[in-house]
């Protein structure tokens, strides 16, 4: 059983950066994947990026990799999100997750309660 509670959330403008946390306050994260998918307003739940704990292999959504950097943390229980040059498109709740599905969600049983990032113009 993993519990997760994200972190870091918030009001940035067009073209700043936010980190994201992600702390298993119950559990840890070895042998899985932790990744973010994030909600849009009025939009799907979509893959933002994922890590392979064992061997720190990263995944990325393809229209983000390039400004999305997602790292373990010094812990087996963090790891964070590093969003930079944010667009509005970019506003979301974000959410952490664990399992072993690269980015399939429904091969992610833990979810974190979310985080909100509003990018303004």
């Known amino acids: 059983q993993v519990e997760l509670v994200e972190s870091g959330g918030g009001l940035v403008q067009a073209g700043g950066s936010l980190r994201l946390f992600c702390l298993a306050s119950r559990g840890t994260f070895d042998n899985y994947f932790v990744a973010w998918f994030r909600r849009p307003p009025e939009k799907e739940r979509e893959f933002v990026a994922a890590i392979q704990w064992a061997n720190v292999k990263k995944y990325y959504a393809d229209s983000l990799q390039g400004r999305f950097t997602i790292s373990r943390g010094s812990a087996n229980n963090a790891m964070y999100l590093q969003m930079d040059r944010l667009n509005i498109e970019d506003t979301a709740i974000y959410y952490c997750?664990?399992?072993?599905?690269?980015?399939?969600?429904?091969?992610?049983?833990?979810w974190g309660q979310g985080t909100r990032v509003t990018v303004s113009s």
């Open positions: 997750a664990v399992g072993s599905g690269e980015s399939y969600s429904q091969s992610y049983p833990y």
